[in-house]
């Protein structure tokens, strides 16, 4: 018998989320999905390129073949006569594109600029202009960059409109850089949502509130980080309703959407940190403050929330198959609440639906040097999956089979950071996020904290 839980959730039937842009081809990327193309908000590869995915419209000339575009060495180019001539690039699958980097030779002359546009295609017939007609900086040999707004594509072309001496294009080295994974081993930080910008922008969905301009504020103090930090509140009645879907709870979250999201087989860490003030308002059951929620109507695998005077690790993972009570249905408490002092969080997730997961915490409370583990789960759940297919969202569903309970389906996630509480307080809470990143490595989240 399934019961419906008191908890959070209740997101995938309420479906508030609208897809972003309409470029995605895999909303949801399988391991090992190479063709997965999903929008992200800073550049974090440089695609591999090899000479068969260039072409030209330009007579060749010589030695200066299109491979010198690709070779690392200023010291080689590709020349092509004419206004205009096209090269274009063919990447290996639809992929996430946001900056094309050139380096243009000078042929002796420092004060040399060539001139250029860059558009991108899906189909190399239809196509979109990023970047428009400009000249090339002088007095520059190596890599300039050329960003746009990261787009799904398949095709890019520089239209070379020569030179200020001559209608030749000479240009040394050429990059196409855009979204997907580091697969740099000392580690990067490929997500930020640290309020810099001073808005919500970082948060690709923006919110899920009853009313932003009343729940949410970007405020210079408190702050942990930086300029900014966010201040998060819900009163009684901040349900969100469509429809006649309301959410269990009350809550003013900001969603991430289009992103390289956490699926079987990732790992990550994450960092931020999270302020309860010293007029913090308990609610009266639950609340969570940062959670990675599956495409599954339950509360999600993980979630970081705030009981009496403790704040825990909450977990509802692995078999969902009964909904209530998951496989794995435990709290761990990383720290007592301390209102009045930034929590520091670095959080490293293996995703896995069986016991093969991992959760490690580490913590510091403001006014401590460093951080220390205060939880290490090697051998937890920490994704849902089950072999009810209506248990999974459908667009969403990835198979798996676990050895002990046959073929189902899991979900990966998407991760929500605010407040997000129960239906049964009188209170008004409000609490202070700052300083959140995702990353590769424990290093490269702890340089993220001051
Ligand atoms: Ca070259
Ligand atoms: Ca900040």
């Not at 399988?30 to 974090?44: H, I, M, N, Y």
């Not at 010198?68 to 690039?89: E, Y």
């Not at 240009?171 to 309020?195: F, H, M, Q, R, V």
């Amino acid at each position: 018998m399934r019961l419906l839980l008191p908890w959070p959730a209740l997101l995938a039937l309420t479906s508030f989320i609208s897809t972003g842009s309409s470029c995605v081809k895999n909303e949801y990327p399988g391991p090992g999905d190479s063709t997965a193309c999903a929008p992200c908000s800073k550049l974090l590869v440089r695609f591999p390129l090899t000479p068969s995915q260039l072409s030209t419209t330009a007579a060749a000339d010589g030695e200066n073949i299109l491979a010198n575009l690709i070779d690392g060495s200023t010291g080689t180019r590709w020349s092509g006569q004419g206004d205009p001539q096209h090269v274009t690039v063919k990447l290996d699958s639809v992929r996430a594109v946001g900056q094309v980097r050139i380096a243009f030779h000078t042929s002796g002359s420092a004060t040399r600029t060539s001139s250029f546009e860059i558009a991108i295609s899906e189909d190399s017939t239809n196509w979109t202009t990023v970047v428009a007609t400009r000249n090339s900086a002088p007095n520059i040999t190596t890599l300039q960059d050329f960003s746009f707004a990261p787009t799904c594509t398949r095709f890019i072309r520089i239209t070379g409109h020569g030179n200020s001496q001559s209608n030749w294009n000479s240009w040394t080295e050429l990059e196409i850089w855009g979204c997907g994974k580091s697969t740099n081993p000392e580690g990067a930080i490929d997500l930020t949502g640290d309020w810099e910008t001073g808005d919500a922008s970082q948060w690709d969905d923006g919110w899920s509130g009853k009313d932003s301009a009343a729940q949410f504020a970007i405020v210079t103090s408190p702050k942990r980080q930086g300029n900014y930090a966010a201040k998060f509140t819900v009163r009684p009645g901040d349900r969100v309703c469509k429809n006649s879907n309301c959410t269990s709870g009350e809550r003013m979250e900001v969603n991430r959407w289009n992103y390289v999201r956490e699926t079987v087989g990732d790992e990550y860490y994450y960092g931020w940190s999270t302020l309860f003030p010293e007029d913090w308002q308990q609610p009266e059951g639950w609340a969570i403050f940062m959670q990675w929620h599956a495409h599954t109507p339950i509360s999600p695998p993980i979630a970081f929330g705030v009981k009496d005077n403790n704040v825990r690790v909450e977990f509802s993972s692995g078999d969902i198959g009964e909904w209530w009570p998951a496989e794995y249905q435990q709290n761990h408490t990383i720290a007592q609440l301390n209102k009045g002092k930034w929590h520091d969080f670095i959080v490293r997730i293996r995703f896995k639906p069986d016991n093969t997961g991992l959760l490690e915490v580490w913590h510091r409370l403001e006014g401590q040097a460093e951080f220390t583990r205060a939880l290490s789960l090697p051998n937890v759940p920490t994704l849902q999956w089950s072999n009810e297919t209506e248990d999974v969202s459908e667009n969403y569903r990835i198979p798996y089979t676990r050895t002990d309970l046959g073929a189902g389906y899991t979900s990966g996630l998407y991760v929500k950071h605010g407040l997000y509480r129960g239906i049964d307080s009188t209170k008004t809470s409000s609490l202070y996020q700052d300083n959140w990143h995702r990353g590769t490595s424990f290093n490269a989240i702890r340089a993220t904290f001051q």
